[in-house]
Antibody
Framework: QVQLQESGPGPVKPSQTVSLTCTVS??????????WSWIRQPAGKGLEWIGRFRSSWNINYNPSLKSRVTISIDTSRNHVSLKLSSVTAADTAVYYCARAVDSWSGYYADYWGQGTLVTVSS | QSVLTQTPSASETPGQRVTISCSGSSSNIGTNTVSWYQQLPGTAPKLLIY???QRPSGVPDQFSASKSGTSASLAISGLQSEDEADYYC???????????FGTGTYVTVL
């Protein structure tokens, strides 16, 4: 059974860089078979796709966040990482890690973590 | 900013059927398959439908979905109180080169 668990710093100050980690069990982030994705959700609002990683040459980011986002993997720890720089209050949200499939049946996220709250406040 | 548009809310009495719509464009729903996610209060989203109308293992057949042109719909039949949740459609967008979600629909069981 695939499981994903996000972790992060909790509260961060404006202009800082926030780093989140997604620990994956039941699958290998290095298999190249799936996309490892980040999605966020501000309180009371909808879902926003941040980006995805499949390999070093196969990474996509939301155009609205692209200049501030980096997604990478740590194969030794089977982690997926998200770095978001120059954060503002608008980045306050629950951040989800998800595994995504891209197949004949299209693109979709089949496994999700429980999410980690990032609060940006001075 | 959501690219796919959903009606904010829908409601029906227990046992009845409710339908949720999702409107997109030629660069997303018109070209790529649609998936649907259920988010129960206080929990992470869960995959409900993929490939326009395919249910993952464990999702009951009370949930069904379809796609036509640049729109898609999700139907929930035999509505139960535990179906009260937010429902999001999603699709890959070729113009944005990203995954886009709908605005979400909250289903209330009266």
């Amino acid at each position: 059974q695939v499981q994903l668990q996000e972790s992060g710093p909790g509260p961060v100050k404006p202009s800082q860089t926030v780093s989140l980690t997604c620990t994956v069990s039941g699958d290998s982030v290095n298999s190249g078979n799936y996309y490892w994705s980040w999605i966020r959700q501000p309180a009371g609002k909808g879902l926003e796709w941040i980006g995805r990683f499949r390999s070093s040459w196969n990474i996509n980011y939301n155009p609205s966040l692209k200049s501030r986002v980096t997604i990478s993997i740590d194969t030794s720890r089977n982690h997926v990482s998200l770095k978001l720089s120059s954060v503002t209050a608008a980045d306050t949200a629950v951040y989800y890690c998800a595994r995504a499939v891209d197949s004949w049946s299209g693109y979709y996220a089949d496994y999700w973590g429980q999410g980690t709250l990032v609060t940006v406040s001075s | 900013q959501s690219v796919l548009t959903q009606t904010p809310s829908a409601s029906e009495t227990p046992g009845q059927r409710v339908t949720i719509s999702c409107s997109g464009s030629s660069s997303n729903i018109g070209t790529n398959t649609v998936s649907w996610y259920q988010q129960l209060p206080g929990t992470a989203p869960k995959l409900l439908i993929y490939g326009n109308n395919q249910r993952p293992s464990g999702v009951p057949d009370q949930f069904s979905a379809s796609k036509s042109g640049t729109s898609a719909s999700l139907a929930i039949s035999g509505l139960q109180s535990e179906d009260e949740a937010d429902y999001y459609c999603a699709a890959w967008d070729d113009s944005l080169n990203g995954y886009v979600f709908g605005t979400g629909t909250y289903v209330t069981v009266l």
